[in-house]
């Protein structure tokens, strides 16, 4: 796997019948590549820290459901290539997983915002998201949506700090209706200190 690719072009990707074939053996090594790459926080949010592996895996996976050949190629690049970063960030995917609709939609009815309100924090420095500015989160009635797409930007400094094992990493929300912190394991700090160039 490609650690240093920043973008997922059309040669990238493996034929459409190939993937279809090896397909399981593609998934199950991409489930296992993504298990380092997962940070749970509080009941519902989880953090999926995404790579060029992550987005060609589901750049693949969308072709291969919609089969929707070079037009719909287009879209999914546009679409996921944002996502990847670039060498000075990390960038999540955040869920908040809530099996019951009812109380999903109650929960999210409650966090509007919550994109401003998330961030890292190695030691004493603090380093606050930046949302994917490709479609608002939250709705103008202040509801937010139950995916977003974070960006945390990294100074030089910052990054040595992060690839010291010997440091903590912090994943934090601190909205009023959802505030919690989970420590990084030294397992998530090593698979996300790849992305740094």
């Given at each position: 796997m490609n650690k240093q690719a920043r973008e997922v072009t059309k040669e990238d990707?493996?034929?459409?019948?190939?993937?279809?074939?090896?397909?399981?053996?593609?998934?199950?090594?991409i489930v296992s590549y993504k298990k380092d790459r997962r940070v749970s926080l509080g009941p519902y949010a989880n953090f999926y820290f995404e790579s060029y592996e992550t987005?060609?895996?589901?750049?693949?996976?969308?072709?291969?459901?919609?089969?929707?050949?070079?037009?719909?190629?287009?879209?999914?690049?546009?679409?996921?290539?944002?996502?990847?970063?670039?060498?000075?960030?990390?960038?999540?995917?955040l869920m908040f997983?809530?099996?019951?609709p009812l109380s999903r939609a109650e929960f999210l009815?409650?966090?509007?915002?919550?994109?401003?309100?998330?961030?890292?924090?190695?030691?004493?420095?603090?380093?606050?998201?930046i949302p994917e500015q490709d479609v608002d989160r939250t709705s103008a009635e202040g509801k937010a949506s139950s995916v977003q797409f974070v960006h945390f930007e990294f100074s030089d400094s910052q990054i040595?700090?992060?690839?010291?094992?010997?440091?903590?990493?912090?994943?934090?929300?601190?909205?009023?209706?959802y505030a919690h912190t989970s420590k990084l394991t030294d397992a998530n700090k090593k698979a996300l200190a790849l992305d740094f160039i």
């Amino acid at each position: 796997m490609n650690k240093q690719a920043r973008e997922v072009t059309k040669e990238d990707l493996i034929p459409a019948e190939e993937y279809a074939k090896n397909r399981k053996a593609y998934r199950k090594e991409i489930v296992s590549y993504k298990k380092d790459r997962r940070v749970s926080l509080g009941p519902y949010a989880n953090f999926y820290f995404e790579s060029y592996e992550t987005m060609k895996a589901q750049i693949q996976e969308m072709l291969h459901i919609e089969k929707g050949g070079d037009e719909q190629l287009k879209d999914e690049l546009a679409a996921y290539n944002p996502l990847i970063p670039k060498g000075k960030e990390l960038v999540a995917t955040l869920m908040f997983e809530i099996d019951n609709p009812l109380s999903r939609a109650e929960f999210l009815n409650k966090v509007g915002g919550i994109e401003e309100k998330i961030f890292l924090k190695i030691g004493d420095e603090k380093i606050k998201s930046i949302p994917e500015q490709d479609v608002d989160r939250t709705s103008a009635e202040g509801k937010a949506s139950s995916v977003q797409f974070v960006h945390f930007e990294f100074s030089d400094s910052q990054i040595e700090k992060f690839k010291d094992q010997s440091n903590e990493v912090i994943i934090g929300i601190d909205h009023d209706m959802y505030a919690h912190t989970s420590k990084l394991t030294d397992a998530n700090k090593k698979a996300l200190a790849l992305d740094f160039i």
